[in-house]
C-alpha cells in the first residue's frame, strides 16, 4: 500500500471520526446496562395471610411448619398475621404441615422453571400458575397464583369466627399472680402459674352463665360469673350455625368488675375489667 | 426559466446493478474464541450493493460454556441475519460506507444446565435440565464503517442494537443464552463486529455516485 493511500485513508477516517466516536460510546453506554443482577432471583417463596371470616387478620399460632418427608422446619414459633413459605424447586408441588393450637395441611401445585442467570449467580428458579390441591383450612382465597419478587399475598386463609372468647383484663395497676383458672363446664384447668394483665377465656355457648374460678394460690379462690345471651346464627354457610353471644354481665367476689364490651369479638377485646 | 430549472434538476441516472460482492468474517468472534473460556464461535459476512443500497446477510456459530458455584451451563447454535444497509457516503470514489440498516436475525439452538447445589430448606438438589433444537427471531437496527484497505481487501465494523426478542419457550426451562442474539431476559441487547472482508468485483465500478 502507497504512502499516498495511507493519506487518503486517514482522511477518510477523519471525515467519519465524528460518528465513529458518536457510536463508540453508544456502545459503551448500552454494554453498562447488560450486567447480569444477582439479587432477588428467585420467586420461590408464598405467602399466606391469616383472616378471620366477618373480621380483620387473625392472630394464627404456629409452632412449627413443615413438609411431610424432609426434617427441616420452614417457619417457626409465631403468633403471626401470615407466613412466607418456600416451595420445592425439585418437585411441582409441595405440602406444607401446620402444627400450632391444631394440625392444618396446605398442598399447592405449580408450574416451574428454571433458568441459568450467570457464573455468579448460577441458576434461578421461577414459580407460576399455583393451584390448591388440598387443605384442611375452614377457606382459602386466592390473590395471585403467581409468587412475586419481592413476595406478597398469594393466599388468604380465613378460619370461622369464634364466638365464645370474652376478654378480661386487670386493671393497670394490679399485679394478679394466678395459679390456675377454671370453668364450670370444662374438665380441664388453664394452668397459668404467673402474672396476667389479659386473658381470654371460653364461655359455654350452650348455657346463658358460666362460672370462672380463679385460683388465685395461698387457697385464695375468686369467682367471675359471665351472663350473656346467645343467638343462634348462620352467618358464614361454611362455618354452620353458630351461636352469637351479646349482653354480657358479671358479678363477682373480686373487689369490681367492670363491663366495657358487652359482646363478643374475635380477635378478642377486653369485655370486663377486673380490680382484684 | 423555465428550461433552465429544468437542466439544474437533471440527475444521473443511477445504476441498480451490483458492481460486488464482499465476504467477510468477523475478527472479534475468533479472538474472542482464542481469550475466552466461556465463548467459541464465528461469523461470517457477505452483502451486495444495489447503488447506495446493500443487502446484507451474515452466517454464524457461537456456543458458551459457564461454570457457577451451583452448576453448570452449556449452549450451542447456529444463527443468520437477513437485512439491508443504505450507505450515507454516496460521493466517495472508493465505495467506503458509513451505513445504517436493518436486520432480521434467526437462531437454532441447544443448551443445558447441571444444577448441583444444597438449598437452605430442601437440601441436596441434583438436576440436569436440557432444551434440545429451539429457535428465537429478533430485529436488529445496525450502523458501521466499511473502507476500502487495499485493492480487494476492505475492514469495517458494526454496531448493532437488538431487539424484541422471540424466543421459544419451553416448560421446564428458559432459554439464557440465544446465539446471535444474547441473554434471552434482555428485551434489547448490543453486539459489535469488526470485520475483515474481500470485495469480488462484479462489474466495472462507477468512479464517483454523483447526485446532483
Known sequence: MGLGALIYLYNRFLTMKKVAWFVFFLIIAVSCLNEPDCYQLNNNYIILNFRILGGGADAFVINTVKSPGIEQVLFADSITGGAALPLDPMANDTEFVFEGEGENKFKVSYLKQVQFVSSDCGERYTFSNLEIEDHSFDSIRVINTTPTRPASTNYEVYRCPRTEMVGIKFSAAATVTVKSISADYLTETYVVNGTIQNIALPLNTRAKTTAFTFDMGDNVKKKLTVKYDTIPETKYPLCGKQNFITNLTATTDFALAKLLTDSIHDLPVSNFEITP | ?212
Open chain 2, 1 to 212: 426559466m423555465a428550461s433552465a430549472q429544468k437542466a439544474d434538476t437533471v440527475r444521473e441516472k443511477h445504476s441498480y446493478k451490483p458492481t460486488g460482492i464482499r465476504i467477510g468474517t468477523d475478527v472479534l468472534s475468533i479472538v474472542r474464541s482464542s481469550t475466552d473460556d466461556t465463548f467459541e464461535g464465528w461469523e461470517v459476512n457477505a452483502d451486495v450493493d444495489f447503488y447506495r443500497y446493500y443487502l446484507a446477510m451474515d452466517y454464524g456459530y457461537w456456543a458458551r460454556d459457564y461454570e457457577a458455584e451451583t452448576g453448570q451451563y452449556h449452549n450451542n447454535g447456529t444463527y443468520w441475519r437477513l437485512g439491508g444497509d443504505v450507505n450515507f457516503l454516496t460521493k466517495d470514489p472508493d465505495r467506503n460506507m458509513f451505513f445504517i440498516g436493518f436486520r432480521y436475525g434467526r437462531s437454532q439452538f441447544s443448551e443445558s444446565l447441571v444444577v448441583e447445589r444444597i438449598d437452605p430448606n430442601w437440601g441436596s438438589l441434583n438436576a440436569t435440565y436440557t432444551n434440545s433444537n429451539i429457535s428465537a427471531g429478533w430485529l436488529e437496527l445496525t450502523t458501521g464503517l466499511r473502507v476500502k484497505l487495499w485493492k480487494f481487501i476492505w475492514m469495517g465494523y458494526t454496531a448493532r442494537l437488538k431487539f424484541a426478542p422471540d424466543i421459544e419457550r419451553t416448560p421446564e426451562m428458559e432459554p439464557h443464552d440465544v446465539p446471535g442474539y444474547g441473554r434471552a431476559d434482555k428485551d434489547y441487547y448490543w453486539g459489535f463486529n469488526y470485520q475483515i472482508l474481500i470485495r469480488l468485483p462484479l462489474r466495472k465500478t462507477p468512479s464517483v455516485l454523483l447526485e446532483k
